[in-house]
């Protein structure tokens, strides 16, 4: 069957294609859901095309770790909450990492083995043993080292990622020289590489070079703290997408190589996008002590006022412009259904309502649109950072439901705050600022707020979706 590999061939050229036109559709949230469906259709592809290459062993363990996978997947997916969906993804991020760094180790591995089939094996004549397959080539071999490189660190800093974000870990860990160490493992793990493409293969050389790169991986993510989680996540994409499109030039396959570099472009362009919003450049998140601060702390002035969900209703029932400003704290209440029916009752009372999204709102890039595409917010409503801050101005209420180190105002005052230079949504700049929270705790940064301590600022104690419900049966009550 001679046309077979065409069809394998054609197979994955249509794989890539569908992995393109899906992240093409995820662009928009009106057309992401489609664009899933077709990717998980390219990748349904991808992966019955692979069992019918020629020589393929192993096909029983292949289908039982396809079942396993796929039964994980679909369990975790219809269990997990949107709040935990950060977690889910740096997780599965840090599998596809995993993966490729798995993929370069047995390539490794069997590098050393074909190179030992080729020495001298004290057969009659001295001629020596032919190997099953021809070594790796020196562009390949190098592509190999590097996929695991990469996929070894994104594999580790992802796992370390999902463990903060799941609270089982403290959100920062630094220690002096922190820099320094992570700059020669990183620099150790480089060296033992070269070493790897240059030929010099043995076992022993590539368990500590895979040792080096996981250590460098996690020592790489422990400082992360606050809202630097959300680059951090995509940075990690980035990395995974590269080590597969690596390790796919290795494998010779083309739906690896086109799927790996579509997805770590999407990643790269997405990081410098998140580390744009938060004021940072690429190397300082490469290397920089992420969420890390100097100095002492600027002293807040004044104290949190309290307000009822009665007088909050009425302040905006009679505004001519409403901004609501959602955060993490929505997510975990699930309150996007009652916020929109809230913003509801206020646009038919003639209110002007619009949402305002942060790029970093949340636990990863987009949790915020999702959740309120999710509640059916149309998405004119819904405006970006840059698009919105203009408008606080002549905003007469902005309510603040969650949201916290995104509206915290020392992030432009205090040099010592670990959010310093991070730019934020300017609620504060509004004529009333009402802020939803459960209590008095600090964000995901640890840092006090600074606006919720401000003259025009004005506290709503309780549970998000508890408070947005007292919000609409107030608003309800007005319109009796």
Request: aromatic fraction near 8%; charged fraction near 10%; glycine fraction near 12%.
């Amino acid at each position: 069957m001679n046309w077979l590999p065409t069809l394998i061939k054609a197979c994955y050229f249509l794989a890539a294609l569908l992995f393109i036109l899906g992240l093409k559709r995820m662009s928009s949230p009106r057309t992401a859901r489609g664009g899933v469906v077709w990717a998980g259709y390219g990748m349904l592809l991808a992966v019955l095309a692979t069992f019918f290459l020629p020589g393929i062993h192993n096909v029983g363990l292949i289908l039982a770790a396809v079942l396993i996978g796929v039964s994980a997947a679909w369990w975790t997916g219809k269990r997990v909450a949107m709040t935990a969906m950060p977690q889910m993804v740096a997780l599965y991020n840090g599998m596809g990492g995993g993966a490729a760094a798995a993929i370069g180790a047995v390539e490794l591995i069997g590098y050393v083995r074909e190179l030992a089939l080729l020495q001298p094996a004290g057969m009659p004549g001295g001629s020596p043993a032919v190997p099953a397959t021809v070594p790796l080539s020196p562009v390949e071999l190098a592509l190999g080292v590097l996929g695991a490189l990469i996929g070894a660190v994104s594999f580790s800093g992802s796992l370390i990622a999902f463990a903060k974000l799941q609270g089982w870990l403290d959100r920062r860990f630094v220690f002096p020289a922190q820099r320094a160490v992570n700059l020669l493992l990183l620099a150790a793990a480089v060296l033992l590489g070269v070493l790897l493409a240059s030929g010099h293969a043995c076992v022993p050389l590539i368990a500590a070079f895979f040792v080096l790169a996981l250590l460098f991986g996690l020592m790489m993510t422990l400082p992360i703290g606050g809202a630097d989680m959300p680059v951090v996540i995509s940075l990690y994409n980035a990395l995974t997408g590269l080590a597969v499109a690596f390790e796919g030039f290795v494998l010779g396959n083309e739906a690896m190589i086109i799927a790996g570099t579509v997805v770590g472009a999407a990643g790269t362009l997405l990081t410098q996008l998140m580390a744009k919003a938060m004021n940072r450049s690429i190397g300082n998140v490469l290397f920089g002590s992420f969420g890390a601060a100097g100095g002492e702390a600027q002293a807040i002035d004044g104290a949190q006022k309290p307000i009822e969900a009665s007088d909050a209703a009425v302040m905006m029932a009679y505004a001519e412009r409403v901004v609501i400003v959602p955060g993490y704290g929505m997510a975990v209440a699930q309150a996007q259904h009652k916020v929109w029916e809230f913003a509801q009752l206020l646009i038919k009372r003639g209110v002007k309502v619009k949402f305002a999204i942060h790029p970093v709102a949340g636990r990863m890039p987009g949790h915020m649109n999702v959740l309120l595409a999710e509640a059916g917010v149309p998405y004119d409503l819904i405006a970006d950072m840059d698009d919105i801050n203009p408008e606080f101005a002549v905003t007469d209420v902005a309510l603040v439901i969650g949201a916290n180190d995104v509206v915290n105002p020392l992030a432009r005052t205090d040099p010592a705050s670990p959010i310093y230079g991070m730019p934020i949504l300017d609620v504060g700049d509004s004529r009333h600022v009402i802020v939803v929270k459960r209590g008095k705790g600090t964000g995901f940064a640890g840092i006090e707020n600074a606006l919720f301590y401000a003259d025009n600022a004005r506290m709503l104690y309780g549970d998000g979706q508890a408070a947005a419900g007292q919000l609409v049966n107030e608003l309800k009550t007005l319109d009796d």
